[in-house]
C-alpha cells in the first residue's frame, strides 16, 4: 500500500501530469465553443438566411436553358423542401414550443414517405437511419417530452460531442504521456535498482505503477468531464436525462457485398444511461491503453525511444481506423484495442459502417478490451521478473 502511495505521488507531482491536466482543458474549452458556434448556426434566422441564398441558387438553375427534366425535377424538389423547411423556421421564431407534437406527427409522416424511397432504392443504410428518427419522435409524444432544440446547449445532450473529442485521437496520447516512463524511467535513471534492495517483488512494483496509473488516468478524466458537465449545466442548461437517444444499430452483408444496417435493429436508452454506458467503454478503454503504455514502458530502458514507440504506434493505428480508414483490414479492426476508442461510434453501431465490418458492439469492445490489458500486462510481468536490471 505505501508503495501504491508513493507512485500516486510521483505522478502527482510531475511536469507532465501537469502538462496533461493543462492539454485536457484546452481541448474541453475549445470542443466547448465549437458546439457554442454549432448552436449559433442552427438558430432559426440564420438558417432561414442560409436557405434564401440556396433558394436564390437553386431558383436560377431551374431556368437554366438546356437542363434535363430529372435535374429540373430534383431542384424542384430541393426548392419545395426548403421553402416548407422555412416555413417550419418562421413558426419556431414566432412560438418555440407551441403545438409541438402536432409538428412531430408531420414530421413523422414526412420521413414515412422518405423511407418508403429509401426502400424502393433499396438504401437499407438511410432506411434504418430514418426509423430511427421516428422512433425519437414516437417516443417523445408518447412520454410527453418536449423535443430538444438544435440551437439550444445543454449538459446532458452535448456531453457525448466533449467525450467523443477527447477519446479517439487525444485520450490514447494522453494516456500515453503518463504512462510511458513507469518502468523505463525507472531504469533510465537507476532508481530502480534501490528499489529492488527492499523487500518487494518486481510484480508489486509493476502492479503498483499499473494501478497508480490507472487511477490517475481514470480519475483525472472523469474529475475534468465532470467539471464539464457542471460548466454546460451553469452557463446553458441541464437538460432531460431521461430524453430518448437512438443505438445499437447492426450491420450485414447485403446482397451487394455492402456493409447495410439491419433494419429496426436500432433501439432507444434514456440519455443518462447512453453517458453511463460511453463512461464504462471509456474507463475500460483507459485500463487497456494503461496496460498498453506499461508494456512499452518495460520493454526499454530508455525514456525516449519508450515515448516515441508507444505514441507512434497508437498514432498511426488511430490515422487508420479513424481518419483513412482501410477497407483492407476491416477484417482486422474489430480485434484492435485501438478500435474501441471511438465509444459513440461503438455504442450506435456507425463505426460497423465506416470501417465496412459488421460484429463492432459492447460487448465485444468490452471482450477484446480486457483480452488485450490480460495480454499487455502478462507479458510485461515475465519480462519485468527476467529482465537484467541491476546489472
Known amino acids: 500500500m505505501n508503495l501504491f502511495k508513493v507512485e500516486i505521488y510521483k505522478i502527482i507531482k510531475s511536469k507532465k501530469y501537469l502538462l496533461a491536466i493543462i492539454a485536457m482543458l484546452v481541448l474541453i474549452i475549445i470542443q466547448m465553443f465549437a458546439i457554442y458556434n454549432s448552436a449559433q448556426n442552427e438558430r432559426p434566422e440564420i438558417k432561414i438566411k442560409n436557405n434564401e441564398k440556396l433558394l436564390v441558387d437553386y431558383r436560377v438553375k431551374v431556368r437554366e436553358e438546356g437542363l434535363s427534366q430529372d435535374l429540373k425535377k430534383d431542384y424542384e424538389a430541393k426548392i419545395k423542401k426548403l421553402e416548407?423547411?422555412?416555413?417550419?423556421?418562421?413558426?419556431?421564431?414566432?412560438?418555440?414550443?407551441?403545438?409541438?407534437?402536432?409538428k412531430l406527427k408531420k414530421k413523422n409522416e414526412s420521413l414515412k414517405k422518405d423511407k418508403q424511397n429509401a426502400e424502393i432504392a433499396l438504401n437499407y443504410n438511410e432506411v434504418e437511419n430514418v426509423n430511427s428518427q421516428i422512433k425519437v419522435n414516437e417516443h417523445l409524444i408518447n412520454n410527453n417530452i418536449m423535443p430538444q432544440k438544435p440551437y439550444k446547449i445543454s449538459a446532458f445532450a452535448n456531453m457525448k460531442n466533449i467525450i467523443g473529442f477527447i477519446n479517439i485521437i487525444f485520450l490514447p496520447i494522453l494516456v500515453l504521456i503518463i504512462c510511458y516512463d513507469q518502468i523505463s524511467g525507472e531504469i533510465h535513471y537507476s532508481t530502480i535498482k534501490m528499489l529492488?534492495?527492499?523487500?518487494?517483488?518486481?510484480?508489486?512494483?509493476?502492479?503498483?505503477?499499473?494501478?497508480?496509473?490507472?487511477?490517475?488516468?481514470?480519475?483525472?478524466?472523469?474529475?475534468?468531464?465532470?467539471?464539464?458537465?457542471?460548466?454546460?449545466?451553469?452557463?446553458?442548461?441541464?437538460?432531460?436525462?431521461?430524453?430518448?437517444?437512438?443505438?445499437?444499430?447492426?450491420?450485414?452483408?447485403?446482397?451487394?457485398?455492402?456493409?447495410?444496417?439491419?433494419?429496426?435493429?436500432?433501439?432507444?436508452?434514456?440519455?443518462?444511461?447512453?453517458?453511463?454506458?460511453?463512461?464504462?467503454?471509456?474507463?475500460?478503454?483507459?485500463f487497456t491503453e494503461v496496460a498498453f503504455g506499461v508494456f512499452i514502458s518495460t520493454m526499454y530502458s530508455n525514456n525516449v525511444l519508450s515515448l516515441m514507440t508507444s505514441t507512434i504506434s497508437i498514432f498511426v493505428l488511430n490515422i487508420v481506423t479513424f481518419i483513412l480508414p482501410q477497407s483492407s483490414l476491416s477484417k482486422i479492426y474489430p480485434y484492435l484495442f485501438t478500435t474501441y476508442a471511438d465509444g459513440i461510434g461503438i455504442i450506435e453501431g456507425n463505426l460497423n459502417l465506416s470501417l465496412e465490418t459488421t460484429n463492432l458492439n459492447p460487448n465485444l469492445a468490452v471482450l477484446i478490451l480486457l483480452i488485450w490489458s490480460a495480454i499487455f500486462l502478462l507479458i510485461s510481468y515475465l519480462y519485468f521478473n527476467r529482465k537484467d536490471i541491476v546489472a
Open 196 to 286: 529492488l534492495t527492499k523487500p518487494i517483488t518486481r510484480g508489486k512494483i509493476l502492479i503498483s505503477k499499473f494501478l497508480s496509473s490507472f487511477i490517475i488516468c481514470c480519475g483525472t478524466l472523469i474529475l475534468l468531464e465532470v467539471l464539464a458537465f457542471i460548466i454546460l449545466g451553469i452557463f446553458f442548461n441541464v437538460g432531460n436525462p431521461l430524453y430518448p437517444m437512438n443505438i445499437g444499430t447492426k450491420y450485414r452483408i447485403d446482397i451487394l457485398d455492402k456493409v447495410s444496417a439491419v433494419v429496426n435493429s436500432s433501439f432507444i436508452i434514456p440519455t443518462y444511461r447512453y453517458l453511463l454506458d460511453l463512461l464504462i467503454i471509456q474507463v475500460i478503454f483507459i
Open 84 to 102: 416548407e423547411e422555412n416555413k417550419e423556421l418562421q413558426e419556431e421564431l414566432v412560438s418555440p414550443n407551441y403545438n409541438w407534437k402536432e
